[in-house]
DNA sequence: TATTGTTATACTCTATAACTATA
DNA sequence: TATAGTTATAGAGTATAACAATA
């Protein structure tokens, strides 16, 4: 048994690096990387166009960074930029019907990864283990309250 | 109490990506970098010189990599290249005191990091963590036999 | 004067390919 | 011929600074 502080922090490590990869690999089996994704699914959960500013701080990114994620999002014809129907600087950044498609897989995927690597443990086991991390999370200082 | 599988692997993402952030600070403001820091401690954790070739297996990375890593490493004055006694093509890598001692700083930080985020929950609980982090390990194709 | 997005530039992680010296 | 490490090049994440258009 286990109970060392450290080296319980040390599997969140290798737990996210391990199915962090396996999702790598899969998002660039379809030209995607983890950045993109989560534009796409930004937008997607949103269900709304948003202006690129707000994107920036939706992923706590500069500006400059959210110009180059979406130029490829663009490219790649999963996303859209639409002129701001009263802001002239603004640019709205929406999904396509690709975008949204390829939105909706990586959400499926996601889900049945998780019940492939969690399904078979029971839901006491599954509660207990997000104790522990919403525990940790808290001792970290909180930052986003949900909205 | 959550079981959603879903959520609970987003758990460890969120807790990967917060903790990875305030290790990413610190270790910068010693001028490190997460795979720098890595390099450090491999050398430190084997206490002996590696060859190159032999790192880049170790960090699962290409020789190239490597290359540039040592010679960050050695410009900072935390590791020291010197030729391989019997194989003139390969040069062995080590630490220098001061790599020795920011790599003890490392493992220090780790174990009060994790002392500070875990030490307040019951030992059961922990171990009830570590069981499903290694469940879910186990699920993914095993890779590594422990050595 | 403040804000939105862009161009310009840079650092780091990471990879592949071509090449040199050596084995 | 195979191996160790390097130079050359490249894509991606990420950042700051300067700038244009607009508010």
Redesign the interface.
Known sequence: ?????????D??????????D?MQSDLAEHGLTPARAEVLLVLHHRRESLVQRQLSEVLRCTPRHVTSLVDTLEAHGWAVRTPHPSDRRATLVGLTSRGTAEAERLDTE??A?????????P?R?????????????D??TPQDPPS
């Open positions: 048994m286990t109970t060392d502080p450290a080296a319980a922090l599997k969140v490590f290798e737990l996210a690096g391990r199915i962090g396996l996601r889900r990864a998780a019940h492939a690597l969690l399904g078979k443990l839901a086991d599954v509660a207990g283990f997000v104790r522990v991390a919403d525990h940790v999370l001792q970290l």
